[in-house]
Every structure is written in C-alpha cells, then in structure tokens.
C-alpha cells in the first residue's frame, strides 16, 4: 500500500462504505437511495481505482460479486453446530398438542401461555454462513445436517447477504443461518424466457434455486435473481448473545440480513393458529413460495431446557399449508384458439386440491414444453399451483404410465375454424392462420372491444359474447351496434329488461377517445399505454392508418415487431372494413390537438401510488395521459413527479430518495384543473 496516495485510498474506503450502503438499501430493505445510474457511477469508480492499485481490492469489495473461476467440484465441509430439521404440523389438533407436550415439560400449568415466534417457512434452500471478525468466511448447504458443500463462491454472488457485517458490534464468529430462495416474478422470468428460446424451465422456485446454487461457475449464479432470508444462527462467540429468537432476528437484521417482514411474536396457541389464518390468505400475493410457518419457542433459556429428539428441537414445529405441487391424472388435452389466433393446449385434469383450490385445468403453454414434458394422455403428471399463476404441469411421472397412454399430437388446423395453424421461425407459439374467419378470433377480439379498459360495454360478459357469436346475431364488432331488442330477447336467459341494458350499453360506448378506441381493435402488441402514445403522437385515426412504419417507429416506446403489427393490422381490408362500419354506426372520438398547449405533460412519467380518495386511479391515469404524460407503474430516476395518497409505501420513499416532486391528490386535481 506504500506507493497509493492517501486520497485515493481514503475515496477508495468511502466508495466502498456508500456502495455497501445503497446495496443494503436496495437489496435488503428495498428501499433504494439512489438512481440506479448513480450506483453505477460510483461502482465504476470503485472499479477504475481498483483497477490501477489491484492491492487495494479485498473480497468484501462490493465489486467481488459477479463470480469467479468455475470449480472443478464443490469440497465437503463438516457443521459445527449440526443444522437441525423441524418436525411438522398438519393440523389444529398437531399444533395443541405441540404446544401441550412443550407445556408438559417445563411444568406449565395448562392455561398459561407460552410466547411463540411465528415466521413464514420460505419454499428454498437452507444455507449457513460463517462471519470471521465480521467478513463472510464460508457458505455452505445443510447436506444431511452434518456435512454439506461448501458454496462460498455462490453465496457471494447474492447482494441482500453481506460480504461483510454491518456496524462494528458483532460477535467474533457467527454463523447466521437462513434460506436462500428465488422470487417468483424472478423464477416466471426466467422460466418465460427459458420457454421462448426452447431452454428447459424449472420446475418450481425451490428447483430454480437449488439448481443455481449447485453450479460449479460462480458467474451463472450472479445471473440468478437470488435472495436470502435469515432465520437462525448457529456458531456463536465472543460477544453476548440476545436471550430470545426474535431479539436475534432484530440483530441479524442490524448487521445486514434480510429478515422477513411478516414474523411476529405471539402468547399462546390461539394466537399462533390466528398467524397461520392470515398467513394463508396472504400466501396467493406473496411474491415468494411458501410452505408453512414456523413456530418457535421464543425464549432461549426455555429452548435449553426442551432440546432436541433425533434431529429436531422440541421447541420448534413447521405448520404445513396445502401443497403447491400434487399428483392427479391427464385427462385429456383441448386446444384453445385465443384473440391472436395463438393455439394453446390446455390440459384437462382429474380435479386436484393443490395450492388451497381444486384445480381442473392447467396450461401445457406450446408443442416444445409437450415435447420437453414428453406427457402423453393418461399420465399421472405433477400440477403446480402458487400465486395468482395459472396452474402448470411440471412433470409426468413416467414411472406410473399406464397401458394405452396416447401421444398429443399438436393439431396441424384450428380446431374450431378449420385453417391452417402456422408457427413463426423463432416463435414458440402456433397460431391459426384463420383470422376474423376463425370463430374464436372473432369471440375474443369481440371480448376484448367490450371489456373494461376498451369500450366498456357494460353487461356484454363473456358467455353472452360466446352466445351472440353461435347464434349468428353478430360476426364481429361491427355487428354490435345493429343488434336488435327482438333478437336479443330470443337468446336463453335473456330478460326484457337486460337485453334494453345492454342496448343502451352498447349506445352509450359510441362515446369515446381516440386511446381506447385504438386499444379496442386488438391490434397485437398495443396495449393500453402503446395505444394512448399512438394517439398522442399522431392525433387522429386515419393519420395512425396511414403511417409507415418508419414513422411508427419515431414514437417512444413502438419497436419494429409493434411497428410491424400495426401496418399489417391497418393493410388488412377486413380490419378496415370494420374500422369503417363502425365509424358509421356513430362510434366517435375527439381528435388530438397535437399542439404543445394541448400536450403539456408530453415526455413526462407520472406514477401513481397509495390510495386515491376522490378520483379513481383509472381516471387520474386517463386524465393525465391526455395531457400527454406516460403513467409507468414504478418509480426511476426518469419519474417526473408522483401522486401519492394514503398508505402509500415503497413507491413514495424511493421517490423522496430520489428527490421527486410528489403530489398529493387534491394537488393534482388542481394542477389538471390549472393546465
Ligand atoms: N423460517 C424458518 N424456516 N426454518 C427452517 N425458520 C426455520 N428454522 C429452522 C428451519 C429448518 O430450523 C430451526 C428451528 C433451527
């Protein structure tokens, strides 16, 4: 260190200090302090001095975190303090007597209540961590509690663990113990894309995180959205240890874990079933898979005193939730034609309970997951179910196959319209060629004209649609607006008095904007948001059909696949036919002035976040984009200003931390109010 100028090594010191900071900001509080470009910046600093004087360069660098050379293998590492399994609970009655046993043992008298820490079990890999002097020394698997493997170089790959502790009060050897899991939006990411360019996907996040731990090169686990929750310590010397499990959560916390937010400690048994209650109705928005929740003895003199049977503390006890995963039978296999004519295989299964509801139905997505899956009709094939996702087939069990299972054969023509199903170079997802002709097209793109973000026809649901269609009262959206009260009233279960509601419905949508109307054709591609930036940018209808697509792509936000999408839509005489008929029929918008006056808000992003009180947030949202600005659903450093209401949360500290002007509602209706 003697040749490195004192500047240099003390900005080197404090570059180091500011990025550990904001990466604990932002990868275990997520709550970040800064725009990510001025992380970069700083990162890029780091990276230069240390560069020049590579002496200066430690492994708790923030830099040392995108992997190393790959190992040959993983070496064997024995715990010290063996990692202990939990027995499990399955129900009410196996969590009393639990709690009745525990009771029994230290002599408390029956009605007394015990205090319990309840904390979700996360759906990942268990994982201890060895802290020397505060730096992180080792990482290893549980293996069978005993050995595991030692997977330092992948640990550190993962920024909500700490390379070294914060704070300087920390014991002198810590092991912190915790799972390492992958979060759900991080494990569809990747299993979408997988799809897309025929890589096979995981089967569920615990696979997806156990897979990218078992990699010999470091560099592909740095790819993987991983983090890690702490949950326990083992090893623990030279300072004094917190005397209960939920003080030594608040000081893994204080030195740099990731803890969850939803544990909470709790007296006696009752209150532990009312956690698991509220628990399980949260599980479905979660954006982690869990499997149950853990209840642990809080006091550490009491968890001495009850200790352990085989490999399991008597003090501790996982409560299981229904499984996400379970075995039923492959029925049969639909093809479903939806509004871009994209043929999806839909399996039809023996009814499952699986993820707390009783599942029917899961996507098989394309031909190269069937042939990936190599399921055949008749198969006793795993589903999954966690989150909002539709529910999956992850995997046939081959091992039970019976006699007479039947290949799927992917259909060569649309089962409902008989055309050609075709499959882009490149693309996974076959597609009828039939197009309006296709009756399936034409329902859907009926459903998506009548829904709530496009025409908002009130009371044309989905099965009345459906209805419409097989009677021959419409062939397209076009059709809508020639319905006759006569006609409608012949339909089953269709009353007087309905069929004049959706009359007037139907009249009442021939009222709209230029955005909505653009977003109701179904142009592919064009969702809401890339259809208000059309009308903004061009003003007027036949200015959108007549553009090139080199004009298209001058707008902020249309690639060439959209660009693409949207000339073939409008070359289309069909598609302009029905663009025609239903000007005809009185459908009507205002234009676009495309003045600057009339577009004040142009080039900006608003957000929106909290509660709003007086407007919907659909109408703040329309009201803002008419003036022009891009409403984006997360704030960046690129955010112009955000409205936040009450209960507003993460959207409005990154705001503040990124100095954002933010607006309370009433301060945005006058500011509308004043354009
Ligand atoms: N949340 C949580 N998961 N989990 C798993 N806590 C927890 N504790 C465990 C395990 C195996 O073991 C301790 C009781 C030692």
Redesign the pocket.
């Known amino acids: 260190m003697l040749n490195i100028p004192e500047a240099v090594h003390q900005r080197y010191q404090r570059l180091k200090s500011e990025l550990n900071h904001h990466n604990h900001a932002y990868y275990v509080l997520d709550d970040p302090s800064i725009p990510d470009s001025e992380y970069d910046r700083l990162m890029r600093e780091l990276q230069d001095i240390e560069q020049q004087y590579s002496e200066l360069r430690t492994p708790d660098s923030p830099s040392q975190r995108v992997g190393g050379v790959a190992l040959d293998s993983f070496s064997q590492v024995k715990h010290e303090v063996p990692?202990?399994?939990?027995d499990n609970a399955f129900s009410d009655q196996e969590m009393s007597d639990f709690d009745r046993r525990i009771k029994d043992r230290i002599n408390l008298e029956s009605s007394q209540h015990l205090a319990y820490a309840c904390?979700?079990?996360?759906d990942g890999v268990?994982v201890s961590l060895i802290y020397e002097q505060g730096l992180l020394m080792r990482g290893a698997t549980r293996g069978d509690g005993s050995v595991g493997e030692d997977i330092t170089a992948n640990v550190r790959t993962i920024k909500s663990i700490p390379l070294r502790l914060r704070g300087d009060d920390f014991p002198e050897l810590l092991e912190v113990?915790g799972?390492i899991y992958m979060p759900r939006e991080g494990f569809n990411e990747f299993n979408t894309k997988a799809r897309e360019t025929g890589d096979k996907p995981f089967v569920n996040p615990r696979n997806a995180a156990a897979g990218s731990l078992r990699q010999l090169d470091s560099k592909i686990t740095a790819t993987r959205p991983l983090e890690m929750c702490a949950?326990?310590v083992g090893q623990y010397q030279g300072s004094q240890k917190p005397d209960s499990h939920f003080a030594m959560l608040r000081m893994l916390g204080t030195l740099g874990f990731k803890i969850?937010q939803h544990i909470k400690q709790v007296e006696g048994i009752d209150a532990c079933e009312d956690y698991y209650q509220q628990l399980a109705s949260l599980r479905d928005q979660l954006d982690y898979d869990i499997d149950g929740i853990?209840y642990?003895v809080n006091d550490f003199k009491l968890q001495e005193r009850l200790g352990f049977v085989a490999k399991a503390?008597r003090w501790?006890i996982?409560r299981k939730f229904p499984a996400q995963e379970e075995m039923t039978r492959l029925l049969d296999v639909e093809f479903q034609v939806g509004r871009t004519g994209a043929v999806t295989p839909v399996a039809r299964l023996e009814p499952v309970f699986v993820g707390g509801v009783t599942v029917g139905n899961a996507t098989l997505h394309n031909a190269d997951e069937i042939n990936r899956l190599g399921v055949c009709v008749g198969d006793t094939v795993i589903v999954r179910r966690a989150g909002d996702v539709i529910p999956q087939i992850v995997k046939a069990v081959l091992e039970k196959r019976p006699q007479g299972a039947q290949p799927i054969i992917f259909p060569e023509r649309c089962p409902v319209c008989q055309s050609s199903v075709k499959r882009t170079e490149g693309e996974a997802v076959a597609r009828c060629t039939g197009g309006l002709f296709c009756g399936a097209q034409t329902k859907e793109a009926i459903k998506h004209y009548a829904s709530r973000k496009a025409m908002d026809i009130d009371g044309l649901g989905d099965k009345l649609v459906d209805a419409l269609v097989d009677h021959d009262l419409i062939y397209s959206v076009a059709d809508l607006y020639e319905l006759k009260l006569e006609k409608l009233i012949n339909l089953e279960r269709m009353a007087q008095k309905s069929a004049e509601n959706l009359l007037n419905s139907i009249e009442a949508s021939k009222q709209t904007t230029l955005p909505k109307f653009l977003f109701s054709l179904g142009i592919r591609e064009v969702g809401e948001a890339t259809a208000q930036t059309l009308a903004n940018n061009f003003g007027t209808l036949d200015t959108v059909i007549a553009a090139t697509a080199e004009q298209l792509l001058e707008v902020e936000d249309v690639g060439p696949i959209v660009a693409r999408h949207i000339v073939d839509f409008f070359r289309n005489p069909d598609n302009l036919s029905i663009v025609e008929a239903l000007r005809k029929s009185g459908v009507q918008w205002k234009d676009i002035d495309q003045t600057a006056q009339a577009l004040p808000l142009k080039g900006q992003t608003w957000v929106l976040t909290g509660t709003l009180e007086t407007m919907s947030r659909a109408e703040a949202k329309d009201r803002l984009q008419q003036f022009g600005a891009k409403v984006a659903g997360s704030v960046s450093a690129k955010t112009h200003a955000v409205v936040a209401g009450p209960s507003a949360g993460s959207k409005l500290n990154k705001a503040q931390a990124l100095d954002i002007q933010v607006l309370t509602e009433q301060s945005l209706i006058d500011f509308l109010d004043n354009l």
């Open positions: 990692m202990l399994s939990l904390e979700p079990k996360l268990a113990r799972e949950y326990s969850n853990v642990k503390p501790a996982a």
